[in-house]
Structure formats: C-alpha cells, structure tokens
C-alpha cells in the first residue's frame, strides 16, 4: 500500500483564496463565499477587511446555520472545473454542491476506465450531485448513480445536461445504497469500477437508517459480490467520520490480494492562494488493476 496526498487545482474559476480560523474563503467564478472548515486550525492569511467583502458568508447558530448575503449573491449559478460545468447553489446545510478536493479522484476514475476500454460498468454509490459520475461517463463508462436524495439526483442530472453528458448511458437511482446493492446482488449485475462516498450517518428515502460504524464493512462485502471477474477496482471517500485513510485502505487489501493491483490512500487537499497552505479536506482510499 501506498500513502500519498492528492493536491486539487486552484487559479481557474474555483480558487481558494485563504482559511484560517476554523473557516475558509472560496472563489467560485465571479462569487466569493466564506464557509465553516474545522480543519483550518491556523491564523488566517488575509486581513478581515477581504474577508468582509464575500457574497455569502455561512454562519452557525446552535445546531442550525443560515447564510448571510449581499444582494448580488446570485441563487445558483455555472461554473466550469475540473473539465465539467457544475450548478452551484448554496444550500441550507453550507455546501455548494461542488467537492473540489475530489478533482485528482475524477483524473483516477477517467484514466482508470480510458485504460480498460468504453462499455466498462461504473457502480457511483452515495453519489451527490455526480462529479465521479460526469468523469466516468465521459471516459466512455455505462455509470449506475445512486443516492437516497431525490434533491442531489436531480442536481446531478442538471449538472450533467450543462457538462454536455446529458445522453450519455448514466442509470439514475434514487434509492437507500444498501437496498439498492442487495437488490443488484440478485439481479445478478456485475460492475467494473465501483465508487462510493459514504457520509457518516444518514437515512434512505424510506428512512432507512445509515451508521458508517455499523454498515461499511457490510457495504464492502456486499461490493465485493458486484465485482466482475476482472474489475478495475474501487475507490471509496471518507468524510468527518474521525477515520485515518488506513482505516478504508484495509478494507481495499482483500481485493487486490485477490485480483491483483495496488491500493493507495491518503488525505484529499486544496491548495490555498494566500499562505500557500494545504487544507485537509478529507480521506480517501483506492485500488486499482489496470
């Protein structure tokens, strides 16, 4: 196994220009947003005067959180990155719908399916508003997307549509992951490349009740009866769950023992503009065959 950090991009129309103070301060085309980031444990670079001037600062109050806009924050908008157009819409719970840090994941999952050929099966398990989708899809994949949100499906597809990927062989599935992965078990479908991004708690549209503690190594095992006979591997995310990379690595181990290949894993960061500062944005842990 091998440890690395994957570093995203930053100078195009995202950008982050500083963090600092358990919070960050993003460019996202012509708009500047203030968000809550817990790992930015250090002083912040830029004097507050420029951190006063974001379109939409981001605020805890209690367990809740509300933005705090200019009039110029637009309600969505486009954005170009990492070779897509994605729909960014700042949301209730912070988020924008845009994971930058996973841009090095999307490079892995093109190069990994360019590698073995158009028609390769993609298997994109909690899949949010679809960038490993996008990436898989324009690499010539058939991708099967699945969330329990009809909300991030329906952002996926826009995403899709404004990336030109509209017509692309991409199966949407509003579903609980795991009762959608017993169901493929039986239907006897197979996947090439299976993706995932599990949260750390959650519930399926039927309120079926998602613990990462007590379901991911059930969800490994159910992956790993997806596999076809010579896959090209997985890659599987971690986030706020307080788990080291090595934690999801070793639950790679089984396969490429089993089918050859080589697991890496590691931090997911993006680069600040002022500080030259990594931020840790998460974890990550991927194997591959070819």
């Keep these: 196994m091998n440890r690395v950090t994957l570093e995203a991009s930053s100078g195009g129309e995202y950008e982050l220009l500083d963090c600092g103070g358990e919070e960050k301060l993003e460019k996202y085309s012509d708009v500047v947003l203030s968000r809550p980031d817990p790992q930015s444990l250090w002083a912040k670079v830029l004097p507050e005067a420029e951190w006063s001037k974001a379109d939409g600062r981001f605020v805890r109050e209690g367990r809740e959180g509300k933005w705090i806009t200019s009039p110029s924050l637009p309600k969505e908008w486009p954005m170009k ?12 719970f912070k988020h ?23 028609g390769s099966k993609v298997l994109n398990l909690f899949a ?16 099967t997307h699945v969330d329990a949100s ?9 995403n899709a549509l404004v990336s030109g990927l509209s017509e692309a062989p991409i199966r949407w599935i509003t579903e609980d992951v795991l009762v959608f992965v017993q169901r493929e078990i039986k239907r006897g479908n197979k996947y090439d490349l299976i993706l995932m991004d599990p949260p750390a708690f959650g519930h399926g549209p039927k309120d079926q009740l998602w613990k990462i503690e007590e379901h991911l190594l059930e969800l490994f095992k159910l992956c790993g009866d997806l596999l076809t006979e010579k ?6 995310n971690g986030y706020a769950a307080g788990y080291s990379p090595l934690a999801l690595a070793y639950n790679l181990e089984p396969f ?22 990594l931020l840790p944005a998460g974890i990550f842990a991927r194997w591959k065959t070819v």
């Design 256 to 277: 490429a023992k089993q089918y050859g290949g080589g697991v890496e894993y590691g931090d997911l960061t993006i680069p600040t503009k002022a500080g030259d500062r």
């Design 231 to 236: 896959p090209i591997g997985m890659l599987v």
């Design 150 to 158: 009809k909300t991030a499906v329906a952002w996926a597809k826009e």
């Design 128 to 143: 949010y508003t679809g960038a490993a989708t996008l990436a898989a899809a324009a690499a010539g994949a058939e991708v």
């Design 96 to 118: 924008t719908g845009l994971f930058p840090e996973q841009e090095p994941n999307w490079a892995w999952i093109k190069e990994s399916v360019s590698k073995a050929g158009k």
């Design 81 to 92: 990155f990492g070779g897509f157009t994605f729909i960014i819409r700042p949301t209730s």
